[in-house]
């Protein structure tokens, strides 16, 4: 069964970029889409983008110029980066399996930015 | 992008069928086959329910069914349960090679 689990810092400062892995287990990173997802408190879901194994991205329109998603194959880990980040970006984080469709989800990290 | 639009809540009394909608344009739910639905119970992460308008993935029950017409997609359960009683959302791929989010429904079971 595949599991995957974000971490990461819990509070990020405003300005500063917010960085979160996503470790996947029980199967491996190779041939599919990997995701990050969030969600405000109390808010909807937002799709943030994808990575390919290989390396391809795509990201949101409305944060593409802030944010950058790698994968590390070799460790079969994903990551987030999302810089100069202020209080609206406060949400738990969701890493997700798939590119258009979700069926794993890792169980959310809450990043609060805050001073 | 906009937020594809959903109701914001949904009830129903156990054993009876319910309809969620997702409405958005030409441009997303319209133009392709790429809908699936999320449940989410308060503090845990999204399951899918439904993807590619109307298929189930495996282990989710045949309660669930999806369907689409024109620029509105629906999920529908029947038979509710007091588990169905969630927060539920759509997704779709857009013209714009993004994915949009609907607004949320809160399903009450009364």
């Known amino acids: 069964q595949v599991q995957l689990q974000e971490s990461g810092p819990g509070l990020v400062k405003p300005s500063e970029t917010l960085s979160l892995t996503c470790t996947v287990s029980g199967g491996s990173i190779s041939s599919y889409y990997w995701s990050w997802i969030r969600q405000p408190p109390g808010k909807g879901l937002e799709w943030i983008g994808y990575i390919y194994y290989s390396g391809s991205t795509n990201y949101n329109p409305s944060l593409k110029s802030r944010v950058t998603i790698s994968v590390d194959t070799s460790k079969n880990q994903f990551s987030l980066k999302l810089s100069s980040v202020t209080a609206v970006d406060t949400a738990v984080y969701y890493c997700a399996r798939g590119g258009g469709w979700w069926g794993y989800w890792g169980q959310g990290a809450l990043v609060t930015v805050s001073s | 992008q906009s937020a594809l639009t959903q109701p914001a809540s949904v009830s129903g009394s156990p054993g009876q069928s319910i309809t969620i909608s997702c409405t958005g344009t030409s441009s997303d739910v319209g133009a392709y086959n790429y809908v699936s639905w999320y449940q989410q119970h308060p503090g845990k992460a999204p399951k899918l329910m439904i993807y590619?308008?109307?298929h189930r993935p495996s282990g989710v029950s045949n309660r669930f069914s999806g369907s689409k017409s024109g620029n509105t997609a629906s999920l529908t359960i029947s038979g509710l349960q007091a588990d169905d009683e969630a927060d539920y959302y759509c997704n779709s791929y857009t013209s714009s090679n993004t994915y949009v989010f609907g607004t949320g429904t809160k399903v009450t079971v009364l």
């Open positions: 590619d308008v109307s």
